[in-house]
């Protein structure tokens, strides 16, 4: 990521993004939870992509170089945390579940004016706690750097719905089936019809966000029928995906 700006607090604030709209490569001295109160948002590191909706939110660490891009007109939730206030433990980037009284929380501390007042001392107090109780969920995109796992993984994000198998795979990247499983192991820490899922599902929140039909997203997407799309998308997320846009 080139010309990465540092700045060294993490902002607390809302911000308004349009379809496609971007926030380039930047770093904070600060911890800073990333929450899209409506659209999809999609937050990059060099190791890789983590997305979400509304029913999840990002933990950025401090000192993390990332980027972020809207899907969806997105109402974006910055919520910025002291490097020594690190309520999950956590070193590296993570998707956070958000029940309906974090999402309150976020919404409130992230809206409201930021004076330390005992009101909103108390309020960030609540929302800490939230935090803490708050489990990962794997929504997660890993970067590949092996050329060889570049080259099948470049395939499948130009067509998510490309049916072949790791075996017919390999021919466009020179290497070996077996080759190829180690390196989708060592490299991104989960096997190959795992990480396709996950580039499905990260490629259907960004049609969803376009108010592209379920159908139609189901089947550039690859699943074999709306059902199958519904019930995956249903125990990732949560809900269906035609309820999707319908959120609040």
């Keep these: 990521m080139p010309d990465i700006r540092h700045s060294p607090e993490a902002p607390t604030r809302t911000q308004a993004m349009a379809p496609g709209e971007c926030i380039d490569a930047h770093r904070h001295d600060d911890h800073q939870v990333v929450y899209a109160g409506s659209g999809v948002l999609a937050v990059t590191t060099d190791a890789g992509t983590w997305f979400t ?19 969806g007109h997105l109402a974006l939730h910055l919520l910025g945390l002291p490097a020594d206030t690190n ?22 501390h992230t809206r409201s004016p930021h004076q330390d007042v005992p ?20 929504v997660q995109l890993p970067a590949p750097t092996d050329p060889r796992l570049i080259a099948v993984c470049d395939v499948l994000h130009h067509d998510p719905a490309d049916p072949r198998t790791l075996a017919a795979l390999a021919t466009t990247a020179g290497a070996g089936e077996r080759t190829l499983s180690r390196l989708f192991r060592r490299e991104l820490g989960m096997t190959f019809p795992q990480w396709r899922t996950q580039l499905r599902l990260y490629h259907a929140l960004r049609m969803l966000a376009d108010d592209v039909p379920v159908t139609t997203v189901a089947h550039r997407c690859g699943w074999s029928s709306t059902s199958a799309f519904i019930d995956v998308f249903r125990r990732t997320f949560g809900y269906t995906p035609g309820t999707h846009n319908r959120r609040p």
């Design 53 to 71: 909706p509304g029913t999840r939110a990002i933990w950025v660490p401090a000192g993390c170089v990332h980027a972020h891009r809207a899907h």
């Design 87 to 108: 309520p999950l433990g956590l070193d590296a980037p993570a998707v956070l579940s958000v029940d309906p009284l974090l999402r309150e929380l976020i919404l409130a």
């Design 119 to 138: 009101e909103r001392l108390r309020l960030r107090a609540v929302l800490l706690d939230r935090l803490r109780a708050s489990p990962q969920q794997p």
